[in-house]
């Protein structure tokens, strides 16, 4: 009977260690998904502020050129 017992102990043992496992390799998993969400939203934050910076440059050289070119006819 004692054997039974011993079998059963390192059953339980065996499961609840695999229960381990499985739990931390699943918070790595968390863990490396919530920081490839990070790098993902600063990625896109990136870009759009590029976006705008290079909108912003543009409108400004339009403008720029706009200004010149009223000042030239005020001028004449």
């Given amino acids: 009977m004692g054997r039974m ?3 059963f102990i390192e059953e339980q043992e065996r499961i609840a260690l ?3 496992y ?3 390799h699943y918070e790595l998993q968390d863990e490396q998904y ?3 969400l990070k790098l993902r939203s600063l990625a896109e934050k990136e870009l759009v502020s590029d976006e705008e910076n290079e909108f912003i440059t543009q409108y400004s050289q339009q403008n720029k050129s706009q200004t010149i070119k009223n000042k030239k006819k005020c001028v004449e």
């Fill in 22 to 24: 499985d739990a931390k």
């Fill in 34 to 36: 919530e920081e490839e």
């Fill in 5 to 7: 017992k011993d079998k």
């Fill in 18 to 20: 695999d229960s381990l």
